[in-house]
């Protein structure tokens, strides 16, 4: 009898210790082994601060990170928390995916020291904080030192015609070349602020809800990307790239030019000497203006959720001014507290780039039309499918042009009806 009721209690007790143990999944996006080896640590801290509480990271490859994750959520397996990219906050913060994180800032004691712009960000769907974002992305333009004294380029380019001209004259050196295209997943951002430029404005609408995609400003800008690529002025293989392969373009010294948020200063200053390398503001076009793409990343919570509160606990830690500074020290991007222009890092010499375009009048950082819910398949499959049909000429910029311009009407406008 004594065996019964020891045996009876040692498997209550173990029930008792099952319910009390917490399993949180966390899903990353935008991976890097540096990333997810960061994110790891941060979330070692957090299941210290909660024990019984266990934290799940799912990496997914950003190449294949929208499709994947869209698989997961209509399969049912649903994260906790997920890093999620402005690009597809508007799809799943409308389609009641995301819970609120309004009632958890109203009480943390860091959200009077986030930067009026991180909650402006956050807030980008119905004026409701569905993502915190943990930093900042800027594009500006990376140098490469040597590659440019080689090829007899004086100084680096300022107009998108002194651009081309450096490109086309690295590009007569064999093996090399001027521009590290980014023709795969993630290239929206360039064709973006080279066609912005050669229009002279980074308006994607007109106020009746038309794409000014068709313009023919942008059509100009779009024609100056592919006449880059199609006059062999960026890598053949660059129709492909995606993130790393560019970066691992410009530290290589293949290419002499590369486009990118602070991010990739990681791994360039990894691989090259500082004094190799510089970073300016991105080229002007023909009014005297350039536009820098500006984005961002943070983390949401899921509103299947069935542990919220121990959800906000997690994004707590990560977001905290010692966490979020750590984790952008190692992601690049810029972060999202205050107290942290005065940490040295980004007083350094390797940020002054960036710091100068965004004193820049004439650099003008763009803002994505991510509030419009078909964007995220716009970003990532659209684009991706119908750029690299135009590098390598089976549809021309006027029918590159045509189809984002229909797509992003039809968008916009179902926007405008619906407020």
């Given at each position: 009898?004594?065996?019964?009721?020891?045996?009876?209690l040692?498997?209550?007790?173990?029930?008792?210790?099952?319910?009390?143990d917490?399993?949180?999944?966390?899903v990353?996006?935008?991976?890097?082994p540096?990333?997810?080896?960061?994110?790891k640590?941060?979330?070692s801290?957090?299941?210290?601060a909660?024990p019984?509480?266990?934290?799940e990271?799912?990496s997914l490859?950003?190449?294949?990170?929208?499709q994947?994750f869209?698989t997961?959520v209509?399969?049912?397996d649903?994260p906790?928390?997920?890093?999620?990219?402005d690009t597809?906050?508007s799809l799943?913060?409308?389609?009641?995916m995301?819970?609120?994180l309004?009632?958890?800032?109203?009480k943390w004691?860091?959200?009077a020291?986030?930067?009026?712009r991180?909650?402006e960000l956050g807030?980008?769907?119905?004026?409701?904080?569905?993502?915190?974002p943990y930093?900042?992305?800027?594009?500006?333009m990376?140098?490469?030192?040597k590659?440019?004294?080689?090829?007899?380029v004086k100084?680096?380019?300022?107009t998108?015609?002194?651009?081309?001209?450096?490109?086309k004259?690295?590009?007569?050196i064999?093996?090399?070349?001027?521009?590290?295209?980014r023709?795969?997943?993630?290239?929206l951002?360039?064709w973006?602020m080279f066609?912005a430029?050669?229009?002279?404005?980074?308006?994607f609408?007109?106020?009746?809800?038309?794409?000014?995609f068709?313009?023919?400003?942008?059509?100009?800008?779009?024609?100056?990307?592919?006449d880059?690529?199609?006059?062999g002025?960026?890598?053949?293989?660059?129709?492909?790239w995606g993130?790393?392969?560019?970066?691992?373009?410009?530290?290589?010294?293949t290419?002499a030019?590369?486009?990118?948020?602070?991010?990739?200063?990681i791994?360039?200053a990894q691989?090259?000497?500082?004094?190799?390398?510089?970073v300016?503001?991105?080229?002007?076009g023909?009014?005297g203006?350039?536009?820098?793409?500006?984005?961002?990343?943070g983390w949401s919570?899921?509103?299947s959720?069935?542990s919220?509160?121990?959800s906000?606990?997690?994004i707590?830690?990560?977001e905290g001014?010692?966490g979020?500074?750590?984790?952008?020290?190692?992601t690049?991007?810029?972060?999202?507290?205050?107290?942290a222009?005065k940490d040295?890092?980004y007083?350094?010499?390797?940020?002054k780039?960036w710091?100068e375009?965004?004193?820049?009048?004439?650099?003008?950082p763009?803002t994505?039309?991510?509030?419009?819910?078909e964007?995220a398949f716009?970003?990532d499959?659209?684009v991706?499918?119908?750029?690299?049909e135009?590098?390598?000429?089976?549809?021309?910029?006027?029918?590159?042009?045509?189809?984002w311009a229909?797509y992003?009407?039809k968008?916009?406008q179902?926007f405008?009806?619906?407020?």
């Amino acid at each position: 009898m004594k065996k019964l009721v020891a045996a009876t209690l040692f498997t209550a007790l173990m029930a008792g210790t099952a319910l009390a143990d917490t399993t949180l999944k966390l899903v990353e996006v935008i991976t890097s082994p540096e990333r997810t080896e960061t994110l790891k640590g941060l979330v070692s801290k957090f299941e210290a601060a909660n024990p019984g509480t266990k934290v799940e990271i799912v990496s997914l490859p950003w190449s294949e990170a929208f499709q994947k994750f869209a698989t997961m959520v209509s399969a049912g397996d649903v994260p906790d928390v997920i890093e999620m990219p402005d690009t597809w906050l508007s799809l799943y913060a409308n389609n009641g995916m995301l819970e609120s994180l309004e009632p958890y800032l109203a009480k943390w004691e860091h959200t009077a020291g986030l930067s009026a712009r991180t909650l402006e960000l956050g807030r980008d769907v119905k004026d409701t904080a569905y993502m915190l974002p943990y930093g900042f992305y800027l594009r500006a333009m990376f140098y490469n030192k040597k590659l440019l004294e080689q090829a007899g380029v004086k100084e680096p380019p300022k107009t998108l015609e002194d651009f081309a001209d450096a490109s086309k004259k690295v590009a007569a050196i064999p093996g090399k070349y001027g521009y590290c295209l980014r023709g795969g997943p993630g290239g929206l951002n360039g064709w973006v602020m080279f066609g912005a430029s050669m229009a002279g404005s980074n308006e994607f609408f007109t106020k009746d809800g038309q794409s000014t995609f068709d313009s023919p400003g942008w059509i100009k800008g779009l024609t100056y990307v592919i006449d880059l690529y199609k006059n062999g002025y960026a890598p053949k293989d660059s129709v492909n790239w995606g993130f790393n392969e560019i970066v691992a373009g410009f530290y290589s010294g293949t290419c002499a030019f590369l486009d990118q948020d602070p991010d990739a200063l990681i791994a360039i200053a990894q691989r090259m000497k500082a004094e190799d390398f510089g970073v300016m503001t991105m080229p002007k076009g023909p009014d005297g203006k350039t536009f820098p793409t500006i984005g961002f990343a943070g983390w949401s919570m899921m509103a299947s959720s069935k542990s919220k509160d121990l959800s906000w606990k997690l994004i707590e830690t990560l977001e905290g001014p010692e966490g979020n500074i750590e984790w952008n020290k190692k992601t690049g991007a810029l972060p999202v507290h205050t107290s942290a222009e005065k940490d040295p890092f980004y007083a350094s010499e390797q940020f002054k780039g960036w710091f100068e375009e965004l004193a820049d009048k004439n650099a003008v950082p763009t803002t994505m039309p991510t509030y419009l819910e078909e964007f995220a398949f716009f970003k990532d499959s659209l684009v991706i499918k119908s750029s690299q049909e135009a590098l390598l000429g089976d549809i021309t910029p006027e029918e590159l042009a045509k189809q984002w311009a229909d797509y992003m009407t039809k968008a916009q406008q179902k926007f405008l009806q619906s407020k």
